[in-house]
């Protein structure tokens, strides 16, 4: 009788020790989520703040309604000032961690040879930026581009191999139409008789975006403990060199006559600063999070300008404005809604 009942106080230890255990491991799997969730959560809020004031930014870069600056030299400064804030970050994590194989710049062929890709893709969309006004106005230009939406979701879908519930997919089409609507005005009825040449090449500039975007996340996330500095330096000295072949081709002749700086103002500067640190808070987002939740940032942020935009350039909001912000905010509520039945 003695030795069953010590026996059975031994099983009891052990079930409570077990018991412990599993407790602390539970415990630091939330602490865990919660890191992630927090860090989530501060580059999307980061990136929205950051978008919401790129536009005006570049508004106030305008003299008498043009560009004094040369706006391939401001790309390539922005892709410039990406990478050195990048090796900045690099050091300070040399100097404390010391260099391991994560974060030592050094890389292979098979790694380094994929990061060309987004950078040229995003080139041929900034390239067709300049033909696409032929065909339609500045305000149908921003009402097309929510094509970017729809066709971020599809790639997203495709390519990644990412599955969107059906509430998801709902909020997303009315992500596009609330963002849609909230650009409307008297003459956006134009839109409807945009060309064809106009909507072939939206639609071509929407799906380089979308490609751009998940090609981009789909590389950063190959190698989930690879240190984020080291692509993102990557990333942006593939874009140095395509900027520098737009410098060449389009604007040459310009900067050789006038000067590289002709032009930049103190406005110009921040802008190009707002620049590089919305494209590192983009990576981040693609890092930490995904191209759905970059997708939504940018969109709020983009309501977000039009109202900043009352108080500084006496913008007027209309009643498609608030409705289009309304249906934003339902879209939100819905893609929380089905990720969390998923």
Known sequence: MEYRKVKDEDRDEDGSGNDIESKSTLGGGATVENSKWKRKSIVTLALTFLTSSQAILIVWSKRAGK?????????????????????????????????????????????????????FLY?????????????????????????????????????LKKKLSEIQWAAFILLCAGCTTAQLNSNSDHVLQTPVQGWVMAIVMALLSGLAGVYTEAIIKKRPSRNINVQNFWLYVFGMIFNAVAIVTQDFDAVMN?????????????????????????????????????????????????????????????????????????????????????
């Open 67 to 119: 560009y004094e600056y040369s706006v391939t030299t401001a790309n390539f400064m922005v892709e410039t000032l990406k990478c050195g804030l990048s090796l900045l970050a690099l050091g300070r994590i040399w100097r404390s961690e010391g260099v391991t194989e994560d974060n030592r710049l050094t890389t292979t062929l098979d790694e380094v040879k994929v990061y060309p890709i987004p950078a």
């Open 258 to 342: 006038k000067g590289f700086f002709h032009g930049y103002s103190f406005i110009t500067v921040l802008m190009i600063i707002n620049h590089a640190l919305s494209g590192i808070a983009v990576s981040m987002v693609m890092k930490y999070a995904d191209n759905i939740v970059k997708v939504y940032s940018t969109s709020v942020a983009m309501l977000l300008t039009a109202v900043v935009s009352v108080f500084l350039f006496g913008f007027n909001l209309s009643l498609a404005f608030f409705l289009g912000s309304t249906v934003v905010s339902v879209s939100v509520y819905l893609h929380s809604a089905g990720k969390l039945q998923r």
């Open 123 to 159: 080139l041929v969309k900034n390239l067709l930026q300049y033909y696409i006004f032929a065909y339609v106005d500045a305000p149908g230009y921003q009402i097309l581009k929510n094509l970017n939406i729809i066709s971020t979701g599809v790639l997203y879908r495709i390519i």
